[in-house]
Structures are given as structure tokens and as C-alpha cells.
């Protein structure tokens, strides 16, 4: 959207717009015709420029002039010379002028619907060309649902909804005259039709989600007659009864209670939520539908007592207005409880303590925070530091070593690693010539050898030097082997004493190694 031809002059810059008026005095623009929404012009300054302008409802478009891809005087006269042609009086901008028609919106939504697997920008107004030549003036159900069954294509157990489609995109088109009435039939017979299949693929679920959705959509309109959304409740109430509410409950019942509709509609379903079959008590979707509209009528009490009454499902909801009304204590409690209990969504409930312990600035709890978010992030340094700052140094010295325990037995490189950079950080170089030594690991010593080299580099030599005899009597008889020690001894030449161990090795690794010229070579070059 570039701009409306009522009001593109309060949108553009005063310069811009004085050029374009001087180029319209001069009589600058010539030979302007239309050729369906696209308007061509020969605007004549120091050379002529070719100018096109889309029009589409008063909104232009797209632009193009020769002299450039911005918005030019060329452009802003053409648009001017298009206001006393199509007899549009100039008025303030306002927002609300560039944005984009509802139906159109509802378009691109259901097209993302249907084609999900299709890269963005290339499905908008897709099913609007499938239903373009669609009549919806006969929307007897029975009509439109033969339309949903005969025209598919594809295997018998993951058929692409041809006909739905088709309908679909009219309704698109209705719904932006207003005519619900004709969108819930469409979206009624295609969610029935579907549910009578005996298996459900992945095209029929994205092809009647996206129908639940029109219903969804033309239920939370305001201008709905009461009539209309008395049908639908209705439909939606009954439905549970068949496999159409099976496979989209969760889709309808958020079509009757996602919106503020008035009290009555609210009650009734709430009511109907409350009646279903005990199959559907304990489901997600119903559960918070339920607790929705009881908030939404005003009775926060009964919405609390409900959602306690299933604290595992509501635990975040809970955390969160314990929140909001400030009951840090309580946030905390749902908390700490989540984690201690068999819940899987403990990621958010860490980040809700986070955020509760920040608030309220209770620091041991984000210690907590920050030892678990650096042992689950394959430990992140910022962690490590974050939490450090939150001691003083007397402190920490006690507290570091629970960091070490934490990441538990070093049976992996990672934990290896993460320990060895602890000992390094804290600059506690006995205790790491230690862990070396138990653990006579050949990457950790190539990360800790710079800094051990001062006070303990007999523990480094050694890893080294056993490594590369170990390595040498395990190497296969093949031309890569050569390149292979290369590479280590790339990695391991970093100070002159690991350059000396090699040549002091070198007699005894060719006297190791059968294909003694390519080793020579490789021991060679780097040194």
C-alpha cells in the first residue's frame, strides 16, 4: 500500500508535492488512460517519464515511473491529475485509510491455512481465484456439500478438497459483502462433509480448521444478526454429537467463546461446555473455554476456584495473575511447586520465576534461575556471571564449588569443558592440574594448556605426550593418517615446549609407525 488518491497529499512531503503541482501547471501529463486497475501516463519534464499507477478502491497500490523506484514528482503529479479525473475530493490522512480490506485479510489467513506447506507471499488470494466464477446465491446444504464430495482430487485416504476449496474462496468474497449467512453455510457443509470421512490426513485437518475459522471470524462479528449467531451456537452445540465435533472441538468451541458476545450467548456457553459428555471434561480446549468465560462474565471468584481445582493446566494462568495482582508469594509457590512436580512446560514456568524473582527482587531465587538456565543452555557462560555478581567474593568462593556438583559426573567433552572453565575463571590452578590428571583428556588439555603452562605443565606434557604415542600405535595403514597427525599437531604446536616434546618424540613415533615416510613429512612441516 503506497497511499490513498484522497489523501496521499497529507502524506507526502511539502517538496514533493510543490514539484508535482508545478509539473501539473505546466500541462506536463499526457496521453493518461486506464487498462483495468492499472493507470499509464507520459509525464514531460526534462525528458518524458513513463508513470503507471494501480488503483484499487481509492488505495493506490503500486507505483512505477522511469526516473526511479522512490516515489518521485513524476508519480505524486500522476496521482493528483487521477484526483480531478475520478472526481475524488482531498481529505486528512488517517491510518485507518491504508488498511488493508477485512476480506482481505481473512484471505491471506485461510490461504495460510490451507497451503502451509507453500513459501510465504506465493498463496494470497489463491482460493479467491478457485471460487471467483462460484455462485453462493443456493446455499442449501445439501448443494454445497455434494460440491465438497465430487470435486476432489488425489488418493482415496489424503484427497485435496477441490471443491471446498472453491467454496471457501467464495465465501471469502461474500464475507466482504457481509453475507455471514452464506459463510456459515459453506463453512458448515464443508466441516460436515469432512467429519463423515472415515480417516482424517493432513488435507482434510488444514481444510476444515480453516472452515472452523470462517466460522470463528463471522460469529465475532459485530454486525451478526442475533438470528445468525443463535444458528451457529446452535450448530456448534450440537455438533459434539457427530465426528465433525471429534476432529475440530477444539476449533468450534473456540469459535463460540473466543469473544465478548453478549451475557446470554456467554451463559449458554458456558452451559454447554459444562453439559458435554464426561469424554470431553477433562480437554484442554474445553477446560479453557470454560475458565475464559467465566472470567469474561465478571465471576473472577468462580474462574480461580476452577482453575485451582486443576492447578497442573493452569498453573502458568495462575502464576501469572498471582503476578499481576502482585501476590509475589503465591507466584513463587505455583512455581516451586511446578518444578518439583512431573510437568512438562517447566521452561515457562522458569521463566515466570525469573520474572516473579526479579519483581520482587528475591535474589536466591534468581540463583536458581540462573544455575538452571546455565546447565540447560549447555552452559552459558552469562549465567555463571550473571549469578557471580549476586555474591560477594567471600561468598561465591563457598558457593562456586555447588556449580561444579551440579553439572555432575564429567562423563562428556561438554562437562569436561565447562568444569575445566569454571577452575579457570575462579583461577584455581592446583584444582585443575587435579582434574586434568584424573581426567587425561586430550581436548582438555589443548584448552587448558595456556593457562596451566605457568604452574603445572608437566600434567599438560604428559597428557600430550601419551596421547600422541597412544594415537600413533592406533593409526591405520592409510594415506590419510599422515593428515590426521598434521592435524593434530597443528592444534598441539601452540608454545615452544609442545613443539620441543614433538621433536624429542619423533624417534620414537616413526619407529611406531609403519608408513614412516608420510608421518616424516607430516612431522615435519609444522615444526
Request: include cysteine.
Amino acid at each position: 500500500m503506497i497511499a490513498t488518491l484522497s489523501s496521499f497529499a497529507s502524506q507526502f512531503e511539502p517538496a514533493l508535492l510543490e514539484k508535482a503541482k508545478s509539473l501539473i501547471d505546466n500541462n506536463a501529463i499526457q496521453l493518461l488512460s486506464n487498462k483495468e486497475l492499472n493507470w499509464d501516463a507520459v509525464v514531460m519534464d526534462k525528458k518524458n517519464y513513463k508513470v503507471t499507477v494501480r488503483v484499487e478502491k481509492n488505495k493506490v497500490t503500486d507505483v512505477f515511473c522511469s526516473c526511479s523506484p522512490a516515489v518521485c514528482p513524476h508519480i505524486t503529479a500522476v496521482l493528483y491529475a487521477l484526483q480531478v479525473k475520478l472526481d475524488i475530493k482531498p481529505e486528512e490522512f488517517k491510518p485507518e485509510f491504508l488498511a488493508p480490506e477485512p476480506a482481505k485479510v481473512l484471505g491471506n489467513k485461510i490461504n495460510n491455512m490451507i497451503w502451509t506447506s507453500r513459501a510465504e507471499n506465493t498463496k494470497d488470494g489463491e482460493l479467491e481465484k478457485l471460487g471467483a466464477h462460484l455462485s453462493l446465491k443456493d446455499t442449501n446444504i445439501t448443494k454445497l456439500r455434494v460440491i465438497v464430495r465430487k470435486d476432489r482430487t488425489g488418493r482415496p485416504m489424503n484427497p485435496i478438497f477441490v471443491g471446498a476449496h472453491k467454496l471457501m474462496g467464495a465465501a471469502i468474497r461474500e464475507y466482504g459483502k457481509a453475507n455471514y449467512e452464506a459463510v456459515f453455510d459453506v463453512a458448515r457443509a464443508v466441516l460436515e462433509e469432512i467429519g463423515e470421512l472415515k480417516a482424517i490426513a493432513n488435507s482434510a485437518m488444514e481444510t476444515g480448521e480453516a472452515a472452523a475459522a470462517l466460522m470463528e471470524e463471522i460469529y465475532n462479528q459485530p454486525d451478526i444478526s442475533p438470528e445468525l449467531r443463535n444458528r451457529i451456537f446452535t450448530w456448534v452445540t450440537n455438533s459434539w454429537k457427530d465426528k465433525t465435533y471429534q476432529y475440530f472441538h477444539e476449533f468450534l468451541i473456540r469459535a463460540v467463546t473466543s469473544c465478548a458476545t453478549e451475557t446470554p450467548f456467554s451463559v449458554k456457553a458456558t452451559k454447554l461446555l459444562q453439559q458435554l459428555p464426561k469424554s470431553y471434561n477433562t480437554d484442554d480446549a474445553v477446560a479453557e473455554a470454560l475458565q475464559r468465560l467465566l472470567k469474561r462474565q465478571g465471576n473472577n471468584k468462580a474462574s480461580r476456584e476452577f482453575m485451582y481445582k486443576d492447578v497442573p493446566r493452569f498453573r502458568i494462568k495462575l502464576i501469572e495473575e498471582a503476578f499481576d495482582n502482585k501476590d509475589f508469594a503465591e507466584a513463587k509457590k505455583l512455581a516451586y511447586d511446578g518444578l518439583a512436580s512431573e510437568e512438562t512446560n517447566k521452561e515457562d514456568i522458569w521463566e515466570w520465576l525469573h520474572k516473579v524473582a526479579t519483581a520482587d527482587n528475591d535474589v536466591p531465587a534468581l540463583r536458581r534461575y540462573y544455575q538452571y538456565s546455565y546447565l540447560n543452555s549447555k552452559f552459558d557462560e552469562t549465567f555463571y556471571e550473571k549469578c557471580r555478581a549476586t555474591y560477594d567474593e567471600e561468598e561465591w568462593t563457598r558457593a562456586y564449588p555447588k556449580w561444579i556438583e551440579a553439572i555432575g559426573e564429567p562423563g562428556t567433552d561438554e562437562k569436561k569443558l565447562a568444569i575445566a572453565d569454571i577452575y579457570m575463571r575462579e583461577e584455581e590452578a592446583d584444582s585443575l592440574a587435579m582434574f586434568l590428571e584424573k581426567f587425561p583428556d586430550y581436548l582438555l588439555a589443548l584448552e587448558t594448556q595456556v593457562f596451566l603452562e605457568k604452574t603445572h605443565p608437566l600434567v599438560v606434557r604428559k597428557v600430550f605426550h601419551n596421547f600422541f604415542l597412544a594415537y600413533t600405535k592406533q593409526a591405520q595403514h592409510n594415506g590419510e593418517v599422515g593428515q590426521r597427525i598434521r592435524s593434530l599437531l597443528g592444534y598441539a604446536c601452540k608454545t615452544p615446549w609442545s613443539k620441543k616434546m614433538i621433536k624429542e618424540l619423533r624417534s620414537k613415533l616413526l619407529e611406531l609407525h609403519p608408513t614412516w615416510k608420510s608421518f616424516k613429512a607430516a612431522l615435519s612441516k609444522p615444526l
